[in-house]
């Protein structure tokens, strides 16, 4: 993406605060010295079968990157592709509800929207929101000695993919849903209160790839513990019975991070597929000063997000934002 973004015009407008040159969640512009908006779209086919469902968890996806930047959202718009003449009108209306309903609970609402004709069903939001400029949480601004936070356990691209082949067992489903359905309101409030260093939200590129983007951004390195990292039990069981569940996606990531990520031979595929999974509506990868990993820590439990994981530290400068994965 980043080849095709740079052979379009630079951005020059001087209110833009976040653009596209870090790969950021968000766009921010600047409206006045104490104020900006906040503006992300979000969009994907279905990735469980049943519709309320599927909207309830492209909603929270959408809400994600604001969230991940510390904004808060004020209302947002549906994107929707659907045909009209091969699937119920009932299905749509399923999926705008669950939309609504994931919205409500932000405490925003879906205002408008735009709708096409398309055979493969694509739903999610433009979501408007506002935010101080000092407060903007970027994706490139980590610090040797920081303490890296996962909010959300790993693994629902390898169950979608199980979904989509008939072989995932009802509670994978209902855990996956679960995970990829819950806010990351939640975890944005204590990311905020101890002052993270960066933030972003784990999504398409996986835990490795997200964190890739930060640690080059940012200028420095990386240590993750595979083994603290959190994996949903299901996820991890379909993947050591058979490493092809893993999604397309997942295994472009894994192919992608090898250029940074130096993994422990100790390290199985398996765990390097979950490392490297495509997360649909993934938590808040959190960078958090040494000092404050206590309290980060305490106030996300209070907050009850899924996990509050310690996956690994901030390493010293280094411009390959090298990752090195121990058992
Ligand atoms: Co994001
Ligand atoms: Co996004």
Do not use: W
Not at 5 to 22: A, E, K, R, W
Not at 69 to 80: D, H, Y
Not at 245 to 265: E, K, M, W
Request: glycine share 10%.
């Amino acid at each position: 993406m980043q080849e095709v973004l740079s052979q379009l015009p630079q951005i020059t407008d001087p209110d833009v605060l976040v653009g596209i040159s870090t790969g950021d969640d968000a766009a921010v512009y600047r409206l006045s010295d104490d104020l900006a908006l906040i503006q992300t779209i979000d969009f994907f086919t279905p990735v469980v079968d049943d519709p309320f469902q599927y909207g309830e968890i492209a909603v929270a996806n959408s809400l994600s990157d604001v969230y991940a930047m510390g904004g808060k959202p004020l209302f947002a718009l549906n994107v929707i592709g659907f045909h009209l003449k091969e699937l119920s009108h009932d299905i749509l209306v399923m999926i705008m509800r669950g939309g609504a309903s994931k919205a409500a609970e932000a405490g925003i609402q879906i205002i408008g929207g735009h709708t096409v004709d398309d055979r493969e069903p694509k739903y999610g939001l433009t979501v408007t929101g506002v935010i101080r400029p000092e407060d903007i949480k970027r994706n490139s601004t980590a610090r040797p000695g920081d303490v890296l936070f996962l909010t959300k356990p790993l693994g629902t691209g390898i169950i979608s993919t199980a979904i989509k082949r008939g072989v995932a067992t009802d509670a994978a489903i209902d855990r996956a849903v679960q995970v990829m359905s819950r806010l990351n309101r939640d975890a944005a409030g204590p990311m905020m209160k101890v002052g993270a260093s960066a933030c972003t939200d784990v999504t398409g590129f996986g835990l490795l790839g997200h964190l890739g983007e930060m640690t080059r951004g940012s200028g420095v390195g990386a240590r993750i513990h595979a083994r603290a990292v959190p994996v949903i039990q299901a996820a991890r069981d379909l993947v050591e019975a058979d490493p092809k569940i893993a999604p397309g996606g997942s295994r472009n990531n894994l192919r992608h991070v090898g250029a940074f990520v130096n993994f422990d031979p100790g390290i199985p595929e398996s765990e390097r597929l979950l490392l490297a999974d495509a997360q649909t509506s993934g938590g808040l990868l959190i960078s958090c000063p040494a000092d404050r990993a206590d309290e980060l820590e305490r106030l996300l439990q209070e907050a009850g997000t899924l996990v509050a994981a310690r996956i690994g530290v901030i390493e010293a400068e280094d411009d390959t934002g090298r990752i090195d994965v121990v058992p």
